[in-house]
């Protein structure tokens, strides 16, 4: 699956993580996956041997990539692989589903696991990971509520509790120990659709005591690395 989207981003605090999802219940739909609190989302991030894409996110390079693997429940057998692209203000996202054995290979470093799958987003990620020497490099957790609306496509989720850790990458066991990013309450409202924005959407969002920016909850999650190793 390959989907192409426009994305804005805002660090929000807790009076506006309360002000938005409530609003956000009354005029959107909730995503089906919604439990009481949202639900939860384990990504494992790679990346080159240089951090190439570490480098090109901190660099605000127009045209980047992330490679990532997601999960939504640590006993789950099948496991989503994805290519995210950012290319100007649009966002290209490739998806494929592969099994656990096959993600814990590419944890391993044995992206010939990829060469199964008779699909472009597993070949481009096998020629990204043989010829770049990925391996992971940080896992990152947080909970998530999402809400939808038909019109453009649009999806807005709101993040919160984002931690992660560096030197674990068992993204399947619940007995990793996961670490804030921030020392702080911590939240980012995502608004994803395609074409325009609705006008109310905007005015919700200029109320807000924040500003789009272009977060990255990857290089976030690299504390260690951008306090210790840079």
Not at 44 to 72: A, C, H, M, P, T
Not at 80 to 86: A, C, F, P, S, T
Not at 117 to 146: C, F, H, W
Not at 159 to 184: A, G, H, L, Q, R
Request: with cysteine.
């Amino acid at each position: 699956m390959i989907v192409n989207r426009r994305e804005l981003k805002y660090p929000i605090g807790e009076v506006d993580y309360y002000k938005v999802n409530e609003l956000f219940q009354k005029v959107l739909t909730p995503d089906s996956n919604n439990k009481e609190y949202g639900y939860k989302i384990r990504s494992l991030y790679f990346d080159s041997l240089n951090n190439d894409d570490y480098f090109q996110k901190i660099d605000g390079e127009e045209v980047r990539k992330k490679i990532r693997l997601r999960i939504y429940d640590t006993k789950t057998n099948t496991v989503k692989l994805e290519i995210k692209r950012k290319i100007n203000i649009s966002q290209i996202k490739e998806t494929i589903t592969i099994s656990k054995e096959d993600a814990i290979a590419l944890i391993n470093k044995d992206y010939s696991v990829l060469l199964k799958y008779e699909n472009n987003t597993a070949k481009s990620a096998y020629n990204i990971m043989t010829l770049g020497q990925y391996r992971p490099v940080v896992l990152v957790d947080y909970n998530r509520r999402a809400y939808i609306h038909n019109e453009n496509n649009i999806r807005v989720t709101l993040d919160s509790d984002i931690k992660s850790n560096e030197f674990d990458f068992d993204m399947f066991s619940d007995d990793v120990i996961m670490t804030p990013i921030v020392d702080y309450y911590n939240a980012v409202l995502e608004v994803k659709f395609d074409g325009e924005l609705f006008c109310w959407i905007s005015q919700a969002l200029a109320g807000l005591d924040t500003t789009n920016r272009s977060l990255s909850k990857y290089c976030s999650s690299r504390r260690f690395f951008e306090n210790y190793i840079l």
